[in-house]
């Protein structure tokens, strides 16, 4: 008798969603001592609580962690602040910046992605020769599908503590998929997030306020000729390194340059009413008390991966919270009966636009084929 699973017997697998949220109801016990697989990609995916900080996020730093360590540090540590061309800027502990190349046997050992190093990663370098000797393990990551291959993995910056989330409510049009992706990449990351709304002298900010406070993120509404809000963000960024996320045009740059007094350059919206892209490259940018910015070039998507559609519904406290509820374990939110997802959506327990938001991830962003 051959040994495939043929669906009769009552033993049978679990289907992989129900596995997953089996898991996540367990405790987050479950997961201790993961520091001592961290050489295994496996064992760090099954160890991994969904609904936390994914499988996909914990092999992401795991992977890096183990090819980067083992190296006996060489010189005085820095942090990666930026890139040119390249090279690698590197700041060192006087603040001061210096453009380094990367040792060829330690480029060969963390290739094998888009960019091996990213913004925030912690180094060791000889200032007098102006190279990299070695990278320190990373204690967390934001990364998301590359904007041209999907199948690979682009860490947008690394060793933070919070996402800034920022979008415009209007020109650009307001788009909430955007903000919703970045939450769950936020959060898949383990990492805090805040949403900073612009231009609400323009747009009224309170109902898309309301759908993030409600789900207990710090939301703000900030407009260009007033600064009611400024003191509250500066005293939430205060002491943590932060990258800043935002599609093109919403005004990142400008909201930065009014929470610190710095000087980023900025550009209007086209009359199509797209942003244009100012900022270039990823940098980071210390701003006193601890905090440090991460600024990254404005992008028109912020594609998810290494995720199932049970990872990201898990991943929105708000549709999380009525999923158990569902006739079928595996309820993919779409077209089965009882859907306690659909119910709460049509009762306006959910808004609206975060379950377009779940549905427009799992149709474009994890469909297979």
């Given amino acids: 008798m051959g040994s495939k699973y043929k669906g009769t017997d009552q033993h049978a697998p679990r289907a992989g969603l129900n596995r997953l949220r089996r898991a996540n109801q367990k405790d987050a016990g479950r997961s201790s001592g993961w520091e001592r697989l961290s050489d295994d990609d496996a064992s760090m995916e ?23 360590g083992g190296d006996t540090p060489e010189g005085p540590e820095g942090t990666i602040s930026g890139f ?11 603040g001061g910046e210096t453009s380094c190349s990367l040792r060829r046997n330690l480029l060969k050992r963390i290739g094998g992605v888009r960019n091996p190093l990213a913004v925030g990663d912690r180094i060791h370098w000889l200032p007098d020769q102006a190279v990299i000797t070695s990278v320190r393990p990373r204690r967390s990551v934001l990364a998301r599908a590359d904007s041209h291959n999907k199948a690979l993995i682009h860490v947008l910056a690394a060793n933070l503590d919070l996402v800034l ?6 020109r650009p049009t ?4 955007f903000i919703d992706r970045a939450l769950v990449l936020a959060a898949a990351n383990g990492l805090d997030a805040a949403v900073v709304l612009t ?29 009611d809000h400024h003191a509250d963000l500066r ?3 205060a002491g943590r390194t932060v990258v800043v996320a935002g599609q093109s045009g919403v005004g990142k740059s400008t909201l930065l340059n009014a929470l610190f007094g710095l000087s980023l350059r900025t550009g209007e919206v086209d009359e199509d009413g797209l942003g244009r892209h100012t900022t270039t490259s990823a940098k980071s940018i210390p701003v006193g008390d601890g905090t440090v910015l991460v600024d990254t070039p404005g992008v028109r998507e912020c594609a998810i991966t290494g995720m199932t559609g049970l990872d990201v519904c898990l991943l929105m406290p708000d549709l999380a919270r009525f999923h158990p509820q569902c006739r079928f374990a595996d309820c993919t939110h779409d077209h089965e009966p009882d859907c306690a997802v659909q119910a709460a959506v049509e009762r306006g327990d959910i808004a609206v636009s975060r379950y377009l938001s779940y549905r427009a991830m799992v149709a474009e962003d994890l469909a297979q084929g």
């Fill in 46 to 68: 099954r160890a991994a609580p969904v609904g936390k900080t994914s499988h996909f996020a914990v092999s992401v730093l795991a992977r890096f962690n183990r090819l980067a």
């Fill in 235 to 237: 005293a939430l960024l």
């Fill in 174 to 177: 307001f788009k909430p998929g």
């Fill in 84 to 94: 040119q061309g390249n090279l690698v800027v590197v700041r060192a502990a006087d």
């Fill in 199 to 227: 231009k609400s002298d323009l747009v009224d900010p309170a109902p898309a306020l309301a759908t993030y406070t409600g789900l207990g993120i710090p939301a703000f509404a900030v407009r260009h000729d007033r600064d």
């Fill in 165 to 170: 989330v920022v979008g415009a409510l209007t």
